[in-house]
């Protein structure tokens, strides 16, 4: 439904420049604040995601912290500064940190359907007040009810900003080092940004977007309508 146009690089390459960063530094108008605080109110309202089901993932009913899987060998990974120590440091901090929390790994869903291998060794799956999920559906739940979120590269740290969460991060994605995210894998910020600017730049300005019923160029908020009323059907 969207594609990202870059001149200079890709948004999952850290060492390069990419338009992406471009668009980080420019300074939004009020109508176009308002229109990313739109688009985040519509992203929760009609529970958008980057993997849209019709059905919904239910969050465990105790405290827990959400971690997330990534495919091994994914690009992001190697791009992003990470590597398979990053998930042992991810799951390390968690442990530690929230001794009271149950720690959810959440699978990605490429592993689910057998089409990929994960990055956290399943030897974590039988640790102590872990819970693994390996359902097919929407996660939007999952991120709402958790009490942080923490992730290497996986873009639904980019989606839990979006919900307001609090988010660890053990690589070098593109939403992290803007100051709205807890960098564990450097400290040094170029610059920081507002959630209103990270949203504009990165679902607005950075993508284009096709509609599938009319295959004719759209605005993000039409394919979000999309979705939504596709879920409803």
């Not at 019709?54 to 405290?63: D, G, L, Q, T």
């Amino acid at each position: 439904l969207s594609i990202c146009y870059d001149n200079n690089g890709i948004y999952y390459d850290f060492k390069r420049n990419n338009d992406l960063k471009g668009f980080f530094k420019e300074k939004l108008s009020k109508k176009n604040a308002f229109r990313a605080k739109n688009i985040v109110k519509l992203w929760k309202e009609y529970s958008i995601s980057k993997y849209n089901f019709p059905s919904f993932i239910e969050p465990p009913p105790s405290p827990y912290i959400l971690l997330i899987d990534q495919i091994f060998g994914d690009l992001s990974l190697d791009y992003g500064d990470a590597d398979n120590n990053s998930f042992i440091r991810m799951f390390e901090f968690a442990i530690n940190n929230w001794p009271d929390h149950k720690i959810v790994i959440k699978i990605h869903p490429d592993v689910i359907n057998h089409k990929k291998k994960g990055c956290i060794h399943s030897s974590y799956y039988l640790k102590k007040n872990v819970i693994v999920l390996a359902d097919t559906g929407q996660i939007n739940r999952l991120i709402e009810n958790s009490t942080a979120v923490c992730v290497v590269t996986s873009q639904v740290g980019f989606e839990a900003l979006i919900y307001g969460k609090d988010v660890h991060v053990f690589g070098r994605p593109f939403y992290s080092g803007l100051g709205l995210t807890i960098d564990h894998k450097f400290n040094n910020h170029d610059f920081e940004i507002t959630l209103d600017q990270l949203v504009f730049s990165s679902l607005v300005k950075y993508q284009i977007c096709i509609d599938p019923r009319t295959k004719k160029k759209c605005e993000i908020e039409e394919i979000m309508n999309f979705i939504y009323i596709s879920r409803e059907a």
